[in-house]
């Protein structure tokens, strides 16, 4: 229904463009420039105005009347089963939406199928609501706009000062979201330390990780919640992911920008780039079938041992996920070096891999650098490889050969498991948050960086 209303407003927005930009013409007769704005720009004008109030009106009538209903039939559940808890309303409340919809629910009875009817009658009740008026505002926002053509309308102003709001709309709500995941990380952060009594020293430094294991009892053990293990796992991981794709990733850039033929650029860079499609669970996969068994045998062949889910493999199988992002990233920037540089340097007697080194690289170093942090970003924000090849025990080791987690599969094990999840998400949003801040302090640390050595060219 959502769509269908979308594509009735486009098409009301477009019909009164059409009405708007004739009338336009119309009025100006044989001579265009008697108007003050051209004839497009008060369709624009028009269609700006039906489009903003009929997604409007669809986006207020979507949500609002969804927590109307929500609210309505939880509270009627509630007044049916007034020992039930809050966790078993929305289950039934879950079932009876199943219902209403004609797929399976969990779980068939009398009250279900009494809220499923409920829910059909609030439904369909507010759905002719909300064509009504998301109709009826896109209706009144085009006769309203083509009033306004005229002569002397300053159409093109107002459209152009109507873009600028939506554009400063469209950031403030990129900054806003930003903003609530911040907070939101904060907010759970802060409960969760305040179940612990404030043991935050206990959450960095510890070496023991089992959040949930006296949630059963009511408390959680502060002795249990320490993230070094999982800190030092994602670390280890990354940093073999890196070794990785850093230098194979850099070179290959550099092969392709200043080496490679057209010919052969023109193969082997959308070949690398094939990496970046595929998607990570294919990797786990890999990871687990074929490079974990391969070093295990290697391993044993040299008298090591070799666990089979390591970092080692996680590492490296990650590294080869990397290296198309900062292969790519790097190509393009370092082509983006200006040729006046290297036909200087070519012109002072450098050879070719002198001017790469001591002209090219430097001047591209901003660039490589923050390819560099996109890797390690995607590298610590990795999951489903690490799940797959590295393990989920919390071990506290530097030995690449050994299983290790990271704190993202943490944060996964914890959201999906069985525990209720206001009891889970603590020590989840927790990592999340220090992660957020490791994050972020990389980022400020290599921006400084960059700005060091960076060199500056006329």
Not at 1 to 10: D, E, G, K, Q
Not at 315 to 344: C, E, H, K, Y
Request: with cysteine; charged share 15%; glycine share 8%.
């Amino acid at each position: 229904m959502v769509s269908i209303l979308s594509a009735v407003v486009l098409l009301l927005g477009a019909a009164s463009f059409l009405i708007a930009r004739h009338r336009a013409y119309a009025m100006a007769g044989d001579t265009p420039s008697r108007l003050h704005s051209r004839p497009g720009y008060h369709g624009f004008y028009s269609f700006l105005w039906v489009f903003l109030a009929g997604i409007g009106f669809l986006i207020v009538l979507t949500i609002i009347p969804n927590a109307i209903i929500t609210q309505t039939l939880l509270g009627e559940i509630g007044t049916a089963k007034p020992d039930s808890v809050f966790i078993e309303r929305q289950l039934i409340l879950s079932d009876a939406k199943a219902l209403a919809s004609g797929t399976v629910a969990s779980k068939t009875d009398e009250l279900r199928q009494t809220i499923a009817a409920r829910y059909s009658t609030l439904s369909t009740f507010w759905g002719v609501i909300r064509i009504a008026l998301v109709v009826g505002a896109a209706v009144l926002a085009a006769f309203l706009t083509q009033r306004t053509v005229s002569l002397e309308y300053r159409a093109r102003n107002r459209s152009e000062k109507l873009v600028r709001l939506i554009l400063a709309a469209m950031a403030t709500i990129a900054i806003l979201t930003t903003v609530g995941i911040v907070l939101s990380l904060v907010f759970e952060t802060l409960n969760f330390f305040s179940k612990i009594d404030w043991r935050i020293d206990k959450f960095l430094f510890g070496t023991s990780w089992s959040p949930l294991s006296g949630v059963h009892e009511g408390k959680m053990d502060a002795d249990k919640v320490g993230a070094i293990p999982l800190f030092a796992g994602t670390l280890l991981i990354t940093l073999i992911a890196m070794l990785v794709a850093v230098p194979v990733g850099l070179f290959a850039a550099i092969y392709l920008s200043d080496f490679a033929s057209s010919r052969v650029r023109s193969v082997v860079k959308p070949m690398l780039e094939l990496l970046a499609g595929i998607p990570t669970v294919v990797y786990g996969f890999f990871a687990a079938i074929t490079v974990a068994p391969f070093l295990r045998g290697s391993g044993e062949s040299l008298g090591l041992t070799v666990a089979s889910e390591s970092a080692l493999v996680a590492g490296l199988v990650m590294g080869i996920m990397i290296i198309p992002f900062i292969s790519s990233l790097s190509d393009d920037v370092i082509n983006s070096v200006p040729q006046a540089l290297r036909d200087g340097s070519y012109g002072l007697g450098a050879t070719k891999a002198e001017t790469i080194r001591q002209v090219i690289l430097p001047a591209a170093l901003p660039g490589i650098v923050s390819a560099a942090l996109l890797g390690f970003s995607r590298a610590v924000g990795e999951t489903m490889i690490v799940v797959m090849a590295a393990g989920q025990g919390a071990n506290l080791t530097a030995n690449p050969l050994e299983a290790v987690t990271t704190v993202t599969v943490q944060i996964v094990m914890l959201i999906t498991g069985d525990t209720e999840a206001e009891t889970a998400a603590g020590p989840a949003f927790t990592l999340g948050f220090t992660l957020f801040c490791v994050t972020l302090l990389m980022n400020v640390l290599a921006q400084r960086l960059v700005r060091k050595y960076r060199e500056a060219y006329d």
